[in-house]
């Protein structure tokens, strides 16, 4: 380990181009950026129609 703890991991902040990451984690993190905006989405809907819950 290189003492900063990523073990491997790959961390990338929002905005930033993964142009190193293979086929299957970009696809891993195009997944994931569409369940977060999914996710989102709900939580909007469900703010507007349910304000006080």
């Known amino acids: 380990m290189d003492g900063s703890g990523s073990a491997g991991f790959v961390h990338c902040e929002r905005g930033t181009i993964e142009s190193d990451l293979s086929p ?18 709900a939580l909007d809907v469900l703010r507007s129609d349910y304000p006080y819950f």
């Open 24 to 41: 299957f984690l970009k696809e891993m993190v195009d997944e994931q950026r569409e369940l977060q905006m999914k996710v989102g989405k």
